[in-house]
């Protein structure tokens, strides 16, 4: 059984990251790429995620700006995304998600200039993306998965993908990706959800089977064809009295049992999560050249 090692490939990301801004700026760039994060909630966790993208944009040499508010209206953070879109020393901005409940998540996506888009969450990235066009800024969870698969060189081309969950920042953008009429892709791909009824059925006719649910044990050894590759995009927090904090994170995969089964499989923490953030050093990369 392979293990795909998120971390490991994270680091080669950010490695050649850094090596190419410091030629970048040993040269005539004026200055380094930036990246500004809103964050509109003291949620911990949303809190966490920020810090680690701060964290890895200060190791690879990208400047990075939180702008912690309390937007009391849509207004105000459109007006906020509005000064950003404007600032040249700004390449690009990422609105951490989830938003508090009264602000509308499509209209500010939506405002933040497709250029600065390092999400890849508005609707002329979304377009491109389902057209195949490579301008496109790319969702930062399924291109970081497209990438941790090439390095393994499990080669999805003629394959049968099962992702479970069809949510806008995953599920749905894997789909979209993984079926285009291009390298690494060309796979054949299933997608299920909450109203799927014949999950287990579904999940053993895949050959690479990735979940992104949020449900802990939703995918167990009995769902899993021998030999399949399971990508386990799933966090969920639960307690653990054998853990200094008290709890740890998994994912929607029953690891121990599956990993017996199957050839290859991502570690939850470990996995998709390490390959989410150097995407998103390397989306704010091709922000900072779309601007100089
Ligand atoms: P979401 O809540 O928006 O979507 C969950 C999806 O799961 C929905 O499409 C729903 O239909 C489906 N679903 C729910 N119950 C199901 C069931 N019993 N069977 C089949 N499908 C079911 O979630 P999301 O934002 O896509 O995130 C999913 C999980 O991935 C969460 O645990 C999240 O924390 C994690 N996540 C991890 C990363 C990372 O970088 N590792 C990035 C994004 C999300």
Redesign the pocket.
């Known amino acids: 059984m392979k293990l795909l090692d998120g971390k490991i490939v994270a680091d080669l990301v950010q490695k050649e990251i850094q090596k190419e801004l410091s030629r970048e700026l040993s040269g005539m760039q004026p200055r380094p790429p930036c990246l500004v994060a809103l964050l509109t909630t003291d949620d911990p966790a949303s809190l966490h995620y920020v810090k680690r993208k701060v964290h890895a944009c200060h190791e690879v040499g990208i400047t990075s700006r939180v702008i912690q508010c309390n937007p009391k209206e849509t207004k105000e953070l459109l007006e906020l995304i509005d000064s950003l879109n404007e600032d040249v020393s700004v390449d690009g901005i990422l609105i951490q998600l989830p938003l508090p409940l009264h602000v509308n998540l499509s209209q500010v996506l939506q405002r933040v200039d497709p250029r600065k888009d390092v999400d890849g969450f508005h609707p002329i990235n979304v377009g491109k993306m389902f057209l195949g066009d490579p301008d496109a800024f790319y969702p ?2 399924p291109l ?1 998965i497209k990438v941790l698969l090439e390095y393994y060189k499990i080669d999805v081309s003629t394959k049968h993908v099962v992702i ?8 749905k953008p894997l789909a979209c990706m993984l079926m285009q009429n291009a390298p690494g892709c060309n796979a054949t791909v299933t997608v ?5 009824t014949n ?1 287990q059925e579904i999940c053993l006719a895949a050959d690479v089977i990735v979940s ?4 802990p044990n ?1 995918i167990t050894a009995d769902m899993v064809k021998p030999g399949a590759v399971v990508v386990d ?4 927090k639960v307690a653990d009295a054998n853990t200094k904090s008290g709890f740890k994170l998994v994912g ?1 995969v029953d690891y121990r049992a599956v990993s017996q089964k199957v050839s290859a499989i991502t570690p939850v923490p470990g ?3 390490p ?2 953030i150097a995407m998103l050093l390397k989306n704010t990369l091709k922000s900072f050249y779309l601007h100089r």
């Open positions: 930062c969870t970081g479970v969950g069809r949510s806008n920042i995953v599920g299920a959800h909450r109203h799927t999950l992104a649910v949020g449900k939703l995009v799933g966090i969920t929607d996995g998709v999560g390959m989410t």
